[in-house]
């Protein structure tokens, strides 16, 4: 009984998908801020742990101005709390809440 108690948890283990995440990341325009440049024109990034990722999920014109002086992504990093997962080299985001500080 043991050992198949222990075959059904490995193989949920093994079978599940990593899980999503929420936290709280820095925002702005892949290029204009992070330094990306595997897209071109202007686009919404996060940084997590360090490594900037571009989203899937949320476009950088869903928050107002992109080029706006005070809170456009291009011009300033802003906090968000996101929800999602590291896939294929991109940020895929199940929601995506700017923080106000």
């Known amino acids: 009984m043991k050992k198949i108690l222990i075959l059904v948890f490995l193989g949920i283990v093994a079978c599940s998908n990593p899980k999503e995440k929420t936290q709280i990341v820095e925002a702005s325009c892949g290029q204009c801020k992070f330094g990306l440049d595997s897209q071109q024109g202007c686009d919404l990034a996060v940084k997590i742990d360090g490594q900037a990722y571009f989203i899937d ?12 002086k005070n809170i456009g992504f291009c011009n300033v990093i802003r906090k968000a709390e996101v929800t999602g997962k590291i896939e294929d080299g991109k940020f895929k985001a199940s929601s995506f809440k700017i923080v106000e500080e």
């Open 57 to 68: 999920g949320a476009h950088i014109d869903d928050y107002g101005d992109a080029h706006d």
